[in-house]
């Protein structure tokens, strides 16, 4: 009987899903495990085969655990909100639901033919108003919230009230956008907006004014992820810096729990490094710096306050509030132009780019240590929302300070011993400090710790600065100008925001005539009609952007039915988080910190049992176009093959990889291909055929090298496109996909099924297993389980073809072995698995078989091969018998005929023995 797999596949695949196979429940009986996927955006162009890569490994991984006697969550679901899909309503006319609808039943088909064990019956999509009716109860939570520095935890607003009528200001630390300071009387006598407006400044969830990314020709606040060199990633419209009025979330107040939540959990070092940098933790010293002949004083944070002494300018963020304040009128044209010419630029691209640019205000500081006056500049390397947005900048210790200098003539002045004030020298000299001023800070001969912890001694006590931890994590804007998103459940009185009811909850997106911003600049839904509270209160014009949908979505799926809560306490405390978690690096400093943030807000309020919602995380490596070429020569439409390219003057062109096989050109296709092509003639190889030139890119449509999952499931099977993903190479690392080597896998199954089947007969033998039975199944049964727990997917399948090739060769078609094989190789390719267990006789799914141990006494070797050395130098190998006594080997080895050749009659002085290794002989 052949292998037929379009048979079998699709009739497991209707098998699995009309008996409910993959549907799980709670049940307390068997220990819990939760698989997670980063769930996808549903693109019109659907999966290529770079996007199974992760949903396959964590699929393997899910049955694993199952076959372990695990309860396992694999769930799936859409993040179903995106600017495509806007971008495409507005260019149609057609509703974004249309679209995405479409695009998730096409994901649906695809995912369904590779043969995932989701359980479907807790599919969510971000766009259904029963899913966003927890994200817009999340928000109003965060907004009735504020978070207490001293409990390191989310309190009620109402708490924070009540201390305003008690005590006012007096003895509070809480996150907040500024300080502020009034007592329990002045609180009692300001009016509802004006105390509105206080608990504004310490909300979770509040409004703000930010820098954005305002992309005009959108209408819309693009995420840094979204724009490029300065213009949108969606469209290439410039995007400009700006200063809008924005829901935010206070996410700068779990800096530090985020930081140390990362020793709980089990993830890559490189990630959690990532996130690290992101969060940016440094401990260091706020001042005061005065302007000169001005009433202005700003505020600077710096990790190096024992390096005031060398500042020679001060710098300030373009957007910064002072920029205005200090600029002289004479300078004011030049600052002006300066700020439009980088208003584009995002701020990771400030980071990133190194050239020099600035512009003097033509206003001055005093340094508060030494009295000095320093000129104060404007540029792009400082960022507003890193501590204050100024900085005193000492170009002998800091490389872009430095660089800085020397592009505007500075002055450079070193304050540590030995201190060159090269390139080379930033902050690598831990010498002795050389400066001192007259005001009573001595720092000579002081180390550099020793100097830092002076000098803030100092300013603390001088009044004019104090010690602060500061981080570079910032706080998530949270409105877009888009219709394709969660309504905010907020509406406006007396200009101020208050929520809705929860009993409101969810309000639904309403309809427009357009997608587009109004025509006085208002966002799409400002053309919706009565978008109004029964109380006829204007509601919010903004919705929430893509990451709201996706920050909590793992809850969900816990208990994706309950119209009552998020998550049931039950079902939370069962699942309590997710235990392995599969996605792409691209999301480590946007959806991870979020999600993060909003687990650990969360667990502050109550509503789930872990702090970290993520246990053990991997992240999947990209897998890359394999492109293909063909050769024209130039000024004709002949081709010429690979090989024969050199004797032309020749322009290589991309050609689509589907109508190319192991290289070989279909030249038929290819005329059909493009109408221009349909006359093209070729200059073939010796032997007839055209052979393509191929290179390695990026998965591309423009490069005509994306390949359709469908096509190879098609061609191949499921199960071979399964296997071949993970035989490509480690599951972290990127590789490209070559079609050239997916016919060895296939054959690997072929073989494999030909182990069970004579013709048209099951050939399968009763009886006891031999030695070499044993030792090939279950020296494959502990290769396998390791690689499983590892994660080395790519050496668990050389191993299976080792060892059907090994069953093979001894022609073995015992049950015993066959079976433990077929539940070995069921995560891996269950639709071959599942036929073979039914066909060895079993009336339940393979899904719900044990997976089997083995057994070490099976392992264990006959004979050894030892490598026999005298002084060190192999000169022969000897077979032993394993457990052969130390004695024994030595007297076989000195008996050995070879041996008498390299003793030379002599008697050795001692003989060593490494056990199932080697034994040396010193002479």
């Known amino acids: 009987m052949e292998y037929n797999f379009k048979e079998i596949e699709k009739k497991w695949q209707k098998y699995w899903k009309e008996n409910h196979i993959y549907q799980v429940t709670e049940n307390k009986e068997k220990p819990k495990y939760y698989v997670l996927d980063m769930f996808p955006y549903p693109s019109g162009a659907g999966l290529h085969v770079g996007h199974p890569l992760g949903y396959i490994a964590s699929d393997i991984y899910s049955r694993y655990k199952r076959l372990k006697g695990f309860n396992v969550l694999h769930p799936m679901g859409y993040d179903a ?39 479907w019956s807790r599919e969510i999509r971000t766009c259904d108003p029963k899913y966003y009716k927890w994200t817009q109860w999340a928000f109003i939570q965060m907004f009735n919230s504020y978070y207490d520095n001293d409990k390191q935890q989310a309190r009620p607003v109402e708490e924070l009230v009540k201390a305003f009528e008690t005590r006012g200001t007096e003895g509070l630390n809480a996150a907040c956008s500024e300080e502020l300071s009034f007592t329990a009387d002045e609180w009692k006598a300001k009016n509802e907006k004006e105390q509105q407006t206080v608990l504004m400044n310490y909300r979770i969830a509040y409004l703000g004014d930010t820098m954005v990314n305002w992309c005009p020709k959108l209408g819309t606040v693009l995420a840094n992820d979204e724009v490029s060199e300065g213009v949108s990633i969606r469209g290439g419209y410039p995007v400009e810096q700006k200063v809008m009025r924005q829901w935010c979330l206070r996410v700068s107040a779990y800096a530090q729990r985020l930081l140390d939540g990362l020793d709980k959990i089990d993830w890559t ?38 390096t005031v002494f060398g500042v020679t300018f001060m710098v300030l963020a373009p957007e910064s509030e002072y920029v205005k304040q200090v600029v002289t009128p004479e300078q004011k044209e030049a600052v002006d132009q300066y700020l439009d010419s980088i208003k584009h630029r995002t701020e990771r691209e400030r980071l990133m780019d190194r050239s020099v640019t600035g512009v003097f205000t033509g206003a001055y500081a005093i340094n508060p240590l030494n009295n000095k006056h320093i000129p104060i500049y404007v540029s792009d390397y400082v960022l507003a929302g890193y501590g204050t947005g ?31 004030v090269s390139e080379e020298s930033f902050d690598a000299k831990e010498g002795k400090m050389i400066n001192s001023c007259g005001n009573g800070l001595d720092l000579n001969g002081m180390e550099v710790k020793e100097a830092i912890a002076a000098t803030k001694k100092f300013i603390k006590e001088k009044g004019i600065g104090r010690v602060k931890v500061n981080y570079r994590l910032r706080d998530a804007i949270f409105s877009r100008q888009r219709y394709w998103g969660e309504p905010f459940p907020v509406y406006y009185k007396d200009g101020m925001p208050y929520m809705l009811d929860e009993s409101k909850l969810p309000l639904k997106l309403p309809e427009v005539d357009k997608f587009l911003p109004t025509e006085s600049g208002e966002p799409p839904l400002g053309r919706a009609k009565n978008w109004k509270t029964e109380d006829h209160y204007p509601l919010e014009l903004c919705t929430m952007p893509g990451f709201a949908g996706s920050s909590a979505y793992y809850l969900r ?109 279909d030249i038929e296709a290819f005329k059909k291909w493009r109408p221009e092509f349909a006359t093209a003639e070729f200059i073939l190889e010796d032997d007839g055929r055209y052979i393509c030139g191929w290179a390695v890119e990026k998965m591309s449509k423009s490069m005509f090298n994306v390949v359709n999952p469908d096509d190879i499931v098609e061609k191949y099977g499921a199960d071979t496109l399964r296997l071949y993903e993970m035989f490509l190479g480690p599951i972290e690392q990127s590789k490209p996909w070559d079609t050239n080597g997916i016919d060895g896998v296939h054959r690997f199954l072929k073989k494999l099924w030909n182990l069970f089947y004579q013709g048209n007969s099951l050939a399968v033998k009763e009886g006891e297993p031999t030695k070499e039975e044993l030792k090939s199944v279950h020296k494959l049964i502990k290769k396998i389980s390791w690689d499983v727990e590892n994660f080395s997917y790519n050496t668990s399948i050389s191993a299976f073809m080792i060892c059907v090739n090994e069953l093979t060769a001894l022609k073995s078609r015992n049950k015993q072995m066959l079976e433990k094989i077929v539940v070995l190789l069921a995560p891996f390719a269950p639709h071959i698995s599942e036929e073979l267990w039914h066909e060895l006789g079993h009336d339940h799914t393979v899904c719900d078989a044990q997976w089997p141990e083995w057994n070490e006494e099976y392992l264990k070797e006959d004979v050894v091969t030892y490598a026999i050395s005298f002084n060190g130098k192999a000169r022969f190998s000897l077979e032993i018998k394993a457990g052969t006594p130390r004695e024994e080997i030595e007297q076989m080895v000195l008996n050995h005929e070879s041996s008498a050749r390299w003793l030379e009659g002599k008697t050795p002085k001692k003989i060593i023995v490494v056990p199932n290794k080697i034994v040396n002989v010193v002479i």
């Open 557 to 665: 799926y816990m208990d994706p039915h309950n119209d009552k809560a998020l998550v049931s306490k039950e079902n939370d405390e069962y699942w309590r988080n997710v235990d392995l978690y599969i996605g792409g690096t691209e999301h480590a400093t946007g959806h991870l910190i979020y999600s993060r943030f909003w687990n650990k807000f969360l667990f502050d309020r109550g509503v789930v049992c872990e702090d970290e919602p993520f246990k053990k995380l991997i992240n999947q490596g990209m897998i890359q176009g394999r492109s293909n070429f063909v050769y024209r020569i130039k000024d004709t439409n002949t081709f010429v093959s690979l090989n024969k390219k050199k004797e032309y003057d020749t322009t290589p062109i991309h050609v689509d990889v589907n109508i190319v096989s192991n290289d070989v050109l």
């Open 269 to 306: 070092d490189s990630l959690k490094e990532t996130q690290k940098n992101w969060i940016g933790r440094s401990e260091g010293a706020e001042m005061q710096f005065k302007v000169v002949d001005s009433d202005v004083e700003f505020t600077i944070f710096t990790t190096r306050a024992d």
């Open 390 to 420: 100024a900085i005193m900048a000492v170009p002998a210790h800091d490389s872009r300070d430095y660089a800085f200098a020397k592009h505007f003539n500075l002055p450079i002045i070193p304050l540590i011993e030995g201190c060159d």
């Open 81 to 119: 909100y995106g600017l495509p899909a806007e971008q495409y309503a507005i260019q149609t006319g057609q509703h974004p639901a249309i679209t995405t609808e479409k695009n998730i039943n096409r994901y649906r088909e695809q995912l369904d033919k590779i043969g995932f064990c989701y359980d």
